[in-house]
């Protein structure tokens, strides 16, 4: 296999990092680059030239270990800072190897293509691998039923209408509902879109209604009445069946041309997509966007199915979820349109209001001045930078995104441990390691997804002093779960922090029968 090296210097960051661009001739197999790799913290970092090329491998291929040997991360380790770095560089290039996957063009015989999405002002674009998977509404259904079969070519036929417009609220909050509104006086939408592995998974295990998760939790019960994490697991192996790299076949090339994303094995994969209206003065072929049905209501009231209109949307935060090998508490990536607070005429900022207050939740009533708090890591503006390039020369609309930041463990601690594993219910603790794992970064916040949680310098009453409050992606999700049972006082499910494997979908299921559970006496909605 012909291999091609050049080095150059990134100079518009910092002149001790090394760029290392490498082009392999992958065929169809698992990529060689990610095959070679030694993940020695003093060698050059990596920049494969191919990385917007390769061939249609499951997202759990570009995982490939993510240098797990670097792991546990030390106070004590003189080459801390060093092996911090090496791995956020190496999990970025996977959170982008995951986006432009799942950004694959779908042709109209719903073939997965090598081509990534172009740009493009037609009102009949080409879709995204993602959105025809499944939305979170259509597998939690309003009666509690077995949602419809799989079906990569009807999926997204089953999309319920936009109407999600309200994000987590932060617990010291104003009362007013957090619901972003943008320049043009339009409400942000949401949608949580899953992967067929953790869709068949659901279905299988009849967690897609309250019922099947209370009986899910009887049968588990040492582990889902007690906040376990270990209630429930999705798979960490994969396609590849390639753990920790020390079986032999996670350092062969792998033949991968039975692979077909139609029925993709992969792993559990949570999307969460920010959505932006998109008006006469948005430039259509700088957003991934299509043509979906959001119910159009004033805010707060309910859904109303007459009010929905089909109109032209665009993404403008994307998150992605996925259960890893190399980071048990899954790895979060999360990319940022370059128009949302950036630019000229950015989509959630007045440049000519300065005194408007910045990241207020007013239910709505006004629109939202919209300020990122945390800078994007010079490492991962550095990989922005080369894979936006390499995206502008094949045209692709892609360019128009940014990744944040990718969040990942660090070691395997215990939930509210220290270094040495010591069990701690401080407010540090709670902020640093609710989840286990030592997340890093610490924060990683979405400005369209958690807008309203970017707190900054907060006063603490216990200890009389400043800190910095924003959002953590691992931690907050800890905190999900599944209905262990019916609380018989107010008729209502009891979710159970970490019981649900960091996943929030759980808890939109409803009931089947819900008397089976409840005493008559408690049955309020």
């Known amino acids: 296999m012909m291999k091609y090296l050049q080095v150059i210097l ?6 001790s990092v090394h760029a290392k661009y490498i082009e392999y001739d992958d065929a169809a197999y698992y990529p060689s680059w990610l095959i070679s790799e030694e993940c020695n913290i003093f060698n050059e970092y990596h920049y494969p030239k191919n990385i917007t090329k390769l061939l249609n491998y499951p997202l759990d291929a570009y995982n490939k270990n993510v240098c797990t040997h670097l792991k546990p991360l030390a106070d004590n380790d003189p080459h801390k800072t060093q ?17 432009i996957a799942l950004n694959r063009e779908i042709t ?31 597998v939690f259904l309003q009666n509690g039923e077995k949602p419809q079969a799989w079906d990569f070519t009807k999926n997204f036929d089953m999309l319920v209408p936009l109407s999600k417009v309200e994000q987590v609220s932060p617990r010291n909050g104003n009362n007013e509902k957090a619901i972003l509104i943008d320049q043009a006086n339009n409400p942000i939408y949401y949608q949580s879109i899953i992967s067929p592995y953790l869709f068949h998974f659901i279905v299988n295990k009849n967690l897609y209604n309250l019922d099947g998760q209370i009986d899910f939790a009887q049968g588990k019960k040492w582990a889902c009445h007690n906040n376990n994490i270990d209630c429930l697991n999705t798979n960490t192996i994969g396609y590849l069946r390639c753990g920790t790299g020390q079986f032999k076949n ?24 920010a959505w932006k209206i998109l008006t006469s003065d948005d430039d259509k072929s700088r957003y991934i966007h299509t043509q979906l049905p959001v119910a159009k209501m004033p805010i707060g009231s309910k859904r109303n199915v007459e009010t929905t209109e089909l109109l032209n949307v665009g993404v403008v935060g994307f998150h992605i979820n996925q259960k890893t090998a190399s980071s048990g508490n899954w790895v979060y990536s999360t990319f940022s349109h370059k128009d949302n607070v950036w630019g000229q005429t950015p989509s959630f900022y007045d440049r000519y209001c300065p005194t408007c207050p910045i990241n207020t939740a007013t239910s ?28 502008a020369q094949e045209n692709s609309v892609l360019q128009n995104y ?28 709670k902020l640093t390691n609710f989840a286990g794992g030592s997340p890093h970064p610490l924060f990683l916040t979405n400005e369209t997804i958690e807008t309203f949680l970017q707190q900054g310098n907060t006063f603490n009453t216990s200890t009389k002093k400043l800190t910095y409050k924003s959002s953590s992606c691992m931690n907050c999700h800890a905190n999900a779960g599944i ?10 499910p009891k979710f159970a922090k970490y019981t649900g494997d960091f996943m929030f979908i759980f808890s939109e299921a409803k009931w089947q029968n819900k008397d089976k559970y409840c005493e008559p006496d408690t049955q309020t909605d």
């Open 10 to 15: 990134l100079t518009c960051f910092t002149a």
């Open 364 to 391: 709505g009533a006004t629109k939202t001045q919209v300020v990122r708090l945390e800078k994007i890591d010079p490492i991962t503006e550095a990989v922005n930078q080369f894979v936006q390039h390499q995206l």
């Open 250 to 273: 996670c350092n062969k090339q792998q033949d991968l041309t039975q692979y077909t994303p139609l029925k993709s094995p992969g792993l559990a994969v949570e999307i969460k997509v």
């Open 83 to 99: 092996k911090i770095d090496y791995l956020t560089h190496r999990y970025n290039l996977f959170s982008w190897l995951k986006f």
């Open 108 to 138: 109209e015989t719903y073939e997965v293509t090598q081509n990534n999405l172009k740009t493009c002002q037609k009102e009949d674009c080409p879709t995204p691998v993602w959105l025809h998977w499944r939305d979170s509404e259509s």
């Open 402 to 429: 940014k990744l944040i930041g990718t969040q990942f463990t660090t070691d395997s601690s215990e939930p509210l441990t220290d270094k040495n594993q010591n069990y701690q219910q401080t407010s540090r603790a």
């Open 483 to 492: 209905a262990i049972e019916c609380n018989q006082k107010t008729g209502k």
